[in-house]
């Protein structure tokens, strides 16, 4: 059963998935933008949203995965591309995590996703973001980034966090500007 999460609403992921989870997903998808014709009617038009993921341990970033870099060092995180058009009804771009294989110490992921030609976010169509079991895909929980649409190009997602020994989930939904992660530091450290 998944669930669908609002804005700074937490979840444990041994409470929404088996026990011993040890890989999850989070994947992201949207469609394309609509467009007015000069003379009416409309058609569809890309959309290049990329998400990453930011590895932390103690507050202090240890690895980045993103569309320049899709794979952590460890190998524990994995992007699948990057997709620079939008469109369909499955997930563009998702990002793997074998937390049993996180390097020491790293406590923290902090996911985002970026509108990499700095269009806004305002008119782009069922964004969302989805927790999922990484042995059977399974969807654990959902996150609507559309609910109120925006003029922002960036947002802070989600982050997976350690505390008490297990892993939670936490819906962010903080909106911010850049056409990549790097442009929202503080925005991004305010969340860890």
């Not at 998400?51 to 060092?73: E, H, I, P, T």
């Not at 269009?119 to 559309?146: H, M």
Request: with cysteine; glycine share 14%; charged share 20%.
């Amino acid at each position: 059963m998944s669930i669908n999460l609002s804005k700074g609403q937490k979840i444990s992921l041994q409470k929404v998935s088996e026990p011993g989870l040890s890989q999850v997903a989070l994947a992201l998808g949207w469609g394309q933008r609509e467009k007015k014709g000069f003379f009416g009617g409309s058609k569809q038009v890309d959309v290049d949203l990329d998400a990453s993921c930011l590895l932390y341990a103690g507050g202090n970033l240890q690895d980045c995965v993103w569309f320049q870099k899709l794979r952590s060092d460890s190998g524990a995180v994995v992007h699948t591309g990057d997709d620079r058009a939008g469109g369909g009804s499955g997930d563009n771009e998702t990002i793997s995590v074998n937390l049993d294989g996180l390097p020491k110490g790293v406590d923290t992921l902090i996911f985002t996703v970026n509108s990499f030609l700095n269009d806004s976010f305002k008119g782009i169509p069922n964004a969302r973001c989805r927790l999922l079991n990484g042995k059977n895909n399974q969807e654990l929980a959902r996150f609507d980034l559309t609910l109120d649409g925006g003029d922002h190009t960036g947002m802070v997602m989600a982050k997976l966090y350690l505390q008490s020994g297990a892993w939670h989930m936490q819906a962010i939904g903080d909106k911010g500007y850049g056409r990549t992660f790097q442009e929202m530091g503080d925005m991004i450290t305010n969340n860890l």
